[in-house]
């Protein structure tokens, strides 16, 4: 998962300036790089994490509204709106914690 790399290397918060979910929640695992990590944690790729806490998980996952914000602002050029489906259809077939 190159992308959740690339996110956590660019070190901007653009996305979440423009994210209409964050900027109405303030729920910083709601904005678009939290969203990123919590799905990396989920696969295994964020060295030495506990896993995601299952709530977060699942709200992150289907509160996402794919309305693209954070995609037109993202340095790293990571596609939000195709990784977060991709997220979904796991979280269906694939049991967790």
């Given at each position: 998962m190159?992308?959740?790399?690339?996110?956590?290397?660019?070190?901007?918060?653009?996305?979440?300036?423009?994210?209409?979910?964050?900027?109405?929640?303030r729920?910083?695992?709601?904005?678009?790089?939290?969203?990123?990590?919590?799905?990396?944690?989920?696969l295994?790729?964020d060295?030495?994490?506990?896993?995601?806490?299952?709530?977060?998980?699942?709200?992150?996952?289907?509160?996402?509204?794919?309305?693209?914000?954070?995609?037109?602002?993202?340095?790293?050029?990571?596609?939000?709106?195709?990784?977060?489906?991709?997220?979904?259809?796991?979280?269906?077939?694939?049991?967790f914690?």
């Open positions: 190159l992308w959740a790399l690339r996110c956590r290397e660019c070190g901007g918060r653009t996305c979440e300036a423009v994210c209409p979910m964050y900027r109405v929640t729920r910083e695992f709601l904005g678009p790089r939290s969203r990123l990590s919590l799905i990396a944690e989920f295994g790729d060295d030495g994490a506990k896993g995601p806490d299952a709530a977060e998980l699942l709200e992150a996952a289907f509160t996402y509204l794919h309305c693209g914000a954070c995609t037109s602002q993202c340095s790293a050029r990571i596609p939000i709106p195709d990784v977060v489906p991709s997220l979904r259809a796991l979280l269906l077939r694939r049991p914690r």
